[in-house]
């Protein structure tokens, strides 16, 4: 596996071969061990549809999974693809790519330093966090809607806005179950400790799904959320994006109003008020 740093794409959608050949037997070895360590850690917090989606790609048969395969066989289900990228790549072809239901994912694997966090992402955050929620139909057709809003809002310039709703839903959202609350974001159900955090510790706050409020929330790329959003199905996620007008949300968004990650407001329907003390102790410890 060459070194990520070199892996770039020359083409204009930045998409790489995955070159599922060239990993080593000890990023192979990696996967396996984030993939069991997570998987355990997992039943009993993540939502049924991404473990589900782990079994339907079998991504626990051991080593890193070939996207070519996988495609394969997530394609029959929901007719979404997984495409090799370098890693972050810019918005417009982000966006361009889920429109068509390919998923962009990262080709490299994180070392044993960065085993339980990693800046970019990887193979482990976007093949074992994202990719199985894209057997869900409803969160197939969510992404694929989010997408064509993305492009969309490039347009208006509310790109941020939208960033935003990426980051509390896809990345750091949370479903209320009848057995309780259960993590369906990448960024939490690939990460070790926040998969804990998120539904276990007192100090964040847990807000009911509201589309504008989401929009003009900011959010921390660097530490916990202080904030984690509550929807109640992969089908109020999937109604915000196509049951909106977006030109008149987009025009009162323009005042620019934004709320910091711990804001709690008089209209947020409340599943917890967060303590604020791990912010607050982060804060001090700067
Ligand atoms: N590129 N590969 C990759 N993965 C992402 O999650 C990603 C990206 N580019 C832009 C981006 N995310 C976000 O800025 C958009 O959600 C706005
Ligand atoms: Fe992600």
Redesign the pocket.
């Known amino acids: 596996m060459i070194l990520r740093q070199r892996r770039t794409s020359d083409r204009p959608d930045f998409t790489i071969d995955q070159d599922w050949s060239s990993y080593t037997a000890d990023e192979h070895a990696i996967w396996n061990e984030l993939y069991a360590r997570q998987r355990k850690l997992l039943v009993g917090r993540a939502d049924d549809a991404l473990l589900e989606g782990h079994d339907a790609l079998n991504l626990g048969r051991g080593g890193i999974p070939n996207l070519e395969k996988i495609s394969d066989e997530l394609e029959k289900m929901t007719g979404w693809r997984v495409v090799s990228?370098p890693?972050?790549?810019?918005?417009d072809v982000?966006f361009r790519h889920l429109a068509n239901r390919r998923f962009?994912a990262?080709a490299f694997i994180r070392t044993r330093e960065e085993l339980d966090y990693i800046e970019e992402?990887d193979i482990f955050h976007d093949v074992f966090g994202h990719v199985p929620l894209l057997t869900n139909p409803v969160f197939g057709d969510y992404m694929q809607a989010y997408g064509e809003g993305?492009l969309r809002a490039l347009k208006f310039d509310r790109?941020k806005n939208?960033?935003a709703l990426?980051w509390y839903t896809v990345e750091f959202g949370l479903i209320e179950t009848p057995n309780g609350l259960r993590i369906y974001g990448a960024g939490i159900s690939s990460s070790l400790k926040e998969s804990i955090f998120a539904l276990d510790d007192p100090s964040p706050n847990r807000i009911r799904f509201d589309l504008e409020r989401v929009l003009r929330t900011n959010y921390r790329i660097d530490d916990f959320q202080e904030s984690y959003f509550v929807i109640r199905s992969y089908d109020e996620l999937f109604r915000a994006t196509v049951d909106t007008d977006f030109a008149p949300l987009y025009d009162r968004l323009s005042d620019g109003k934004r709320h910091a990650p711990a804001t709690v407001l008089a209209g947020d329907q409340l599943v917890h008020r967060g303590t604020g003390v791990y912010a607050r102790e982060r804060a001090r410890a700067k």
């Open positions: 990228v890693s972050l790549v810019p918005d982000f962009p990262g992402p993305g790109l939208l960033a990426y």
